[in-house]
């Protein structure tokens, strides 16, 4: 199975957005997203902790309330989606590639977990692997998947690929050669694939996050 990256699915198409994310699953791709909490604790579908990158302002996603933020993203032509409104275009057709970006309380989690509860096709992923392990003492039939990029180790994620109830692994491409990664018996996809090139390439015996298709 393979995800557009952040709904990039071609340079026509900007990250974290509703109509890329259609696009996205009018080709009949999942996708992979992130997630961050704002100040009233929305769910918004951004990758960035700041508004600095796309919309030029020195602001916290955390310290904003979503009402702010989306007149910002507005203003830019480029408006903030909530996980919600990715949700509910997605129809549970499409599989849902989750990023928690920040680490969340165990209220925010729980938000999360409730609010996603009738889209079956959700799996939540992070770099920050606290977020997985207490995602699963609240339901361990949550499915998640631990994040990896250099230098972790292969000793590190051969060990941490089997932790119960964990799902799958979301490795960076450059371990995609490993003999060690491709032997383990868990579901693994390697991410980001940034063109057709690459896609062609390694697309026939692995999983791929990839963009620009």
């Given at each position: 199975?393979?995800?557009?990256?952040?709904?990039?699915v071609?340079?026509k198409?900007?990250?974290n957005l509703?109509?890329?994310?259609?696009?996205?699953?009018?080709?009949?791709?999942?996708?992979?997203?992130?997630i961050h909490?704002?100040?009233?604790?929305?769910?918004?579908?951004?990758?960035?902790?700041?508004l600095?990158?796309?919309?030029?302002?020195?602001?916290?996603?955390?310290?904003l309330n979503?009402?702010k933020?989306?007149?910002?993203?507005?203003?830019?032509?480029?408006?903030?989606?909530?996980?919600?409104?990715?949700?509910?275009?997605?129809?549970?057709?499409?599989?849902?590639?989750?990023e928690?970006?920040?680490?969340?309380s165990?209220?925010?989690?729980k938000?999360?977990i409730?609010e996603?509860?009738?889209?079956?096709?959700c799996?939540f992923?992070?770099?920050?692997h606290?977020?997985?392990y207490?995602?699963?003492?609240?339901?361990?039939?949550?499915?998640?998947?631990?994040?990896?990029?250099p230098?972790t180790?292969?000793?590190?994620?051969?060990?941490k690929?089997?932790?119960?109830?964990?799902?799958?692994?979301?490795?960076d491409?450059?371990?995609?050669?490993?003999?060690k990664?491709?032997?383990?018996?868990?579901?693994k996809?390697?991410?980001t694939?940034?063109?057709?090139?690459?896609f062609?390439?390694?697309?026939?015996k692995?999983n791929?996050i990839?963009?620009?298709?």
């Amino acid at each position: 199975m393979h995800l557009i990256h952040r709904g990039i699915v071609s340079k026509k198409y900007k990250e974290n957005l509703l109509n890329s994310f259609k696009q996205s699953f009018k080709k009949g791709f999942g996708i992979e997203t992130d997630i961050h909490a704002t100040k009233d604790h929305k769910f918004i579908c951004y990758h960035d902790f700041t508004l600095k990158r796309i919309f030029k302002k020195k602001e916290s996603i955390k310290n904003l309330n979503y009402q702010k933020i989306k007149e910002i993203s507005v203003k830019y032509q480029k408006p903030i989606p909530l996980l919600q409104d990715l949700l509910k275009i997605s129809k549970n057709k499409f599989f849902l590639f989750i990023e928690i970006k920040p680490k969340f309380s165990t209220k925010l989690l729980k938000k999360l977990i409730k609010e996603t509860s009738k889209y079956s096709k959700c799996v939540f992923i992070s770099f920050k692997h606290q977020n997985i392990y207490n995602l699963l003492k609240l339901n361990k039939k949550t499915k998640v998947g631990l994040s990896f990029s250099p230098p972790t180790t292969i000793k590190s994620i051969v060990r941490k690929s089997k932790i119960k109830d964990v799902d799958c692994l979301i490795l960076d491409k450059s371990y995609i050669k490993n003999k060690k990664i491709q032997g383990l018996k868990i579901k693994k996809y390697f991410y980001t694939i940034k063109n057709k090139t690459e896609f062609i390439k390694y697309n026939k015996k692995n999983n791929l996050i990839f963009e620009n298709l």
